[in-house]
């Protein structure tokens, strides 16, 4: 098994852009997926297979991944993207879940 | 539009087993490259997988907890549920149920939790 690392916080001023990044401490490589959270509510996927967006993700959410740190990138960030947010992968034969430990993203 | 919600007691007795359903609308549980998942919050804290199953039976549950761990499928009713026995205050949680779509490509097996429901508190008192 391994882990996800990510930063427990991360603040920017509005408009500016946020990096949030999540280091696997292991191969095998999965894809990485990222999911926003908000006080009270279930989390979102903002990304996935690395640097995919669903329909209806606004397109100043990016990712992108080199070697074992993959990061979601927010440009132009709005007060409205303050949230928890989490990256998620799985063990090499996609079966085991595993989530990293969250970073706060606060909007100063 | 696919909706899931989570039933179940709010408060179980520490030593028992908690005991939650998924409700699943919308689409049929049955359907292929769909894994239904749980995952549960602590207060404050972070997410944690618990477990997947698919609709034929087939799970995997989080090596941590697998001791303790039941999922189950029941598609006459489109539903899953988990069971989580001998509980103690450290399963005090936000239980979500979730569908993950799952697919393979050249780099093999991957999935997504894609909807989620709203999640139901649990918390573990006598």
């Known amino acids: 098994s391994y882990e996800l690392t990510q930063p427990p916080s991360v603040s920017v001023s509005p408009g500016q852009t946020a990096r949030i990044t999540c280091s696997a401490d292991a191969l095998p490589k999965q894809y990485a997926y990222w999911y926003q959270q908000k006080p009270g509510q279930a989390p979102v996927v903002v990304i996935y297979?690395?640097?995919e967006r669903p329909s209806g993700i606004p397109e100043r959410f990016s990712g992108s991944s080199s070697g074992t740190i993959v990061t979601l990138t927010i440009s132009g960030v709005q007060a409205k993207d303050e949230a928890d947010y989490y990256c998620q992968s799985a063990d090499s034969s996609g079966s085991y879940v595993l989530f990293g430990g969250g970073t706060k993203l606060t909007v100063l | 539009q696919l909706q899931l919600q989570e039933s179940g007691p709010g408060l179980v007795k520490p030593s028992e087993t908690l005991s939650l359903t998924c409700i699943v609308s919308?689409?049929?549980?049955?359907?292929?490259?769909?894994?239904w998942g749980w995952i549960r919050q602590p207060p404050g804290k972070g997410l944690e997988w618990i477990g997947n199953i698919y609709y034929t039976g087939s799970t995997y549950s989080n090596p941590s907890l697998q001791s303790r761990v039941t999922i189950s499928v029941d598609t006459s009713k489109n539903q899953f549920s988990l069971k989580l026995s001998s509980v103690t205050a450290a399963d005090t949680a936000v239980y979500y149920c979730a569908r993950r779509t799952y697919y393979y490509d050249s780099s093999g097996y991957h999935g997504v939790f894609d909807y989620w429901g709203q999640g139901t508190l649990v918390t573990v008192s006598s």
């Open positions: 919308g689409d049929s549980i049955s359907s292929s490259n769909y894994y």
């Open positions: 297979k690395d640097s």
